[in-house]
């Protein structure tokens, strides 16, 4: 039986190319970048090369680019390096509901030590009003963050709009684009961003690795201490290898990017019209249209979302109940709880991602599949046998 992969929203298989790249700084590009030999000096040069991709993809200047270990770091490194560094100018920050736990948590911490942070609500298909925006500053505002897609529902929030609220107040403006750098185009200048995240194992490169813009003149409290390397704004022993592979995967993202787009989002669509032909008590999450080209999100009324993955994956197809990063505290989706969604229905949706190797004959098999194992999930369900 061949296996169908459709969690690329939780990572990504490596780009072959990536490999390829990745490979050498392994062996002949071993050298620690820091070091004033040859060995160091291509090594510095491999990672000068990848600094300057990873801009490009985003519309940065390369100065401006800070290698992390993820999107996780990059996310830290922003709300809490932001924080520290302007806590004398203020202490209130202003984030939204359906944040990735990477920027939720670190919220929860600022909080412990003093800070105060305004949680925006969301509509029913997760969009952050940036009036609501504009309404939460307040005189000790110092930064905002909003995510540019939702990892879960795959709505894609006005952060344009809300940067330029943000730079009319003088305030800092993060957004987290780990969904949606190398998948959709990605501005800093035009978003207004002041930080943005993004993570390589997101957008076909190696797990490990990740970026942080920081625009010129914002000043953040490192995170990691010790050898100054980043200028001195990360330290630690660069992972060239990763860094390499997260430059690469930058630059395929950019030549490929347009045409993906547009061949997932036909593939995207497909997959949605033929599950809810095929099945009544369908709902699908998120907004209809802002929405990312491969994300799938629907709510099988009377069917738990985690059954459903467990049935397809004995049919060797995967999919997930939502952010692959939450799955183990079993916890209900914040993101769907934000949107309105009842608990029943939060419990009983599904997420579908779509990536670079999905093909029509693969979304031909889990319409084959999906509706006939809802159905029997339904038939077996307490709550009663709904849909068909």
């Not at 006005?158 to 003088?170: D, F, H, L, S």
Request: hydrophobic share 40%.
């Amino acid at each position: 039986m061949k296996r169908i992969y459709l969690d690329y929203a939780a990572t990504t298989p490596a780009h072959p190319k990536v490999v390829q790249a990745i490979l050498p700084y392994f062996t002949e590009g071993f050298g620690n970048p820091s070091s004033i030999h040859s060995y160091g000096q291509e090594a510095m040069d491999a990672v000068a090369t990848a600094r300057g991709k990873v801009a490009r993809l985003i519309g940065a200047d390369e100065e401006e680019i800070i290698f992390t270990s993820g999107g996780t770091e990059a996310n830290n490194a922003a709300l809490t390096g932001a924080a520290l560094a302007r806590e004398k100018k203020g202490n209130h920050i202003i984030t939204s509901a359906v944040e990735h736990q990477a920027v939720l948590e670190p919220c929860r911490f600022l909080e412990q030590r003093g800070f105060r942070v305004t949680r925006l609500p969301v509509d029913s298909y997760g969009l952050v009003d940036p009036d609501a925006v504009r309404k939460a500053l307040t005189p000790s505002t110092i930064l905002v963050s909003v995510m540019h897609a939702n990892n879960e529902i795959g709505t894609i929030e006005p952060v344009a709009e809300i940067g330029k609220i943000a730079q009319e107040a003088g305030v800092y403006f993060h957004t987290d684009a780990v969904q949606t750098a190398g998948h959709i185009p990605v501005n800093v200048r035009e978003m207004g961003a002041d930080m943005l995240s993004l993570s390589a194992h997101k957008l076909y490169g190696p797990k490990g690795v990740g970026a942080l813009y920081v625009r010129k003149g914002v000043r953040l409290e490192p995170l990691m201490r010790g050898g100054g390397q980043e200028g001195g704004r990360r330290a630690g022993t660069l992972n060239v290898p990763g860094i390499v592979g997260l430059g690469r995967a930058a630059e395929l993202a950019l030549e490929e990017m347009e045409a993906e787009a547009e061949r997932l989002t036909r593939l995207r669509d497909r997959l949605i019209r033929g599950i809810m032909e095929s099945l009544d008590c369908v709902r699908l999450n998120g907004h209809p249209t802002l929405r990312l080209p491969n994300n799938v999100s629907l709510a099988f009324e009377s069917a738990e979302g985690e059954a459903v993955c467990l049935a397809l994956n004995v049919q060797g197809i995967a999919a997930s109940t939502g952010s692959a990063c939450s799955a183990e505290s079993r916890e209900a989706s914040h993101t769907l709880l934000a949107t309105g969604l009842p608990p029943e229905l939060v419990r009983s949706s599904v997420r579908l991602t779509l990536g670079k190797w999905t093909t029509d004959e693969e979304i031909d098999r889990v319409l084959a599949v999906l509706p006939g194992t809802v159905s029997r999930l339904r038939a077996m369900s307490p709550l009663g046998k709904r849909g068909g």
